[in-house]
């Protein structure tokens, strides 16, 4: 794990930057009872969190090594919803701010986890540490699982979720095509270092997680 001590100094990162930010950005862009409504004025912020959020991402790409050629994705400006997206040829994910920050990652080649040693769990559970950990299930076989299986589906512990949809895809169609999404969370009154930290070591703990499940 990398320290905020080292990101602030190796890379001239300003930490209280964003707060201002981020009250300017809330202020100028809610629409309801907001006498300071401004859309020209929320743009610029909402541009600086986008700036935030890239600066984040490279540092990450420098601390990690991670070497795909990769290009960046950003949200339709007409949502005013700051989101940024990373992607190469085989990992993706994304950053953004819609009431909290966040970074989710679609798990990639989720049949080849039985394959995998504990090196992989331990991974994960890494990742679930350093935020508000959801698991978003995703598989166009869930709701004929669910019907067969409802009582495995009053659970509402993510990991458990997460470990039936693939046991029970694997049992029943013999393999996994689509297991769903890894989502880390911050409030956004959470300290900003460290949830900077967490959010740049989370990268590259998705790396990491990818790079086992797609190494061939």
């Not at 046991?167 to 460290?194: A, I, M, P």
């Not at 949830?195 to 790079?211: C, F, P, T």
Request: charged share 30%; proline share 2%; hydrophobic share 40%.
């Amino acid at each position: 794990m990398i320290s905020i001590e080292k990101i602030k100094k190796k890379y001239h990162f300003d930490t209280e930057e964003f707060t201002p930010i981020l009250e300017n950005y809330f202020k100028y862009t809610s629409t309801i009872n907001n006498p300071n409504y401004a859309p020209h004025l929320a743009e610029i912020h909402f541009n600086r969190l986008i700036d935030y959020f890239i600066d984040i991402i490279e540092i990450s790409v420098k601390e990690f090594r991670i070497k795909d050629d990769y290009e960046l994705y950003y949200t339709d400006k007409n949502q005013i919803i700051p989101k940024i997206g990373f992607v190469s040829a085989d990992f993706e994910f994304t950053i953004g701010l819609f009431r909290e920050i966040y970074i989710i990652w679609e798990i990639k080649n989720p049949d080849n986890i039985k394959n995998l040693k504990d090196d992989f769990w331990n991974l994960l559970f890494e990742f679930t540490s350093l935020g508000k950990f959801e698991y978003k299930e995703k598989n166009v076989n869930i709701s004929d699982l669910r019907k067969k299986h409802s009582s495995l589906f009053s659970k509402r512990a993510h990991f458990f979720k997460l470990f039936r949809n693939y046991f029970l895809t694997q049992s029943e169609y013999k393999r996994t095509d689509e297991l769903g999404f890894l989502h880390l969370g911050w409030n956004t009154e959470t300290n900003v270092e460290e949830w900077v930290l967490n959010l740049i070591n989370a990268i590259g703990v998705v790396y990491k997680l990818n790079s086992t499940l797609t190494k061939k």
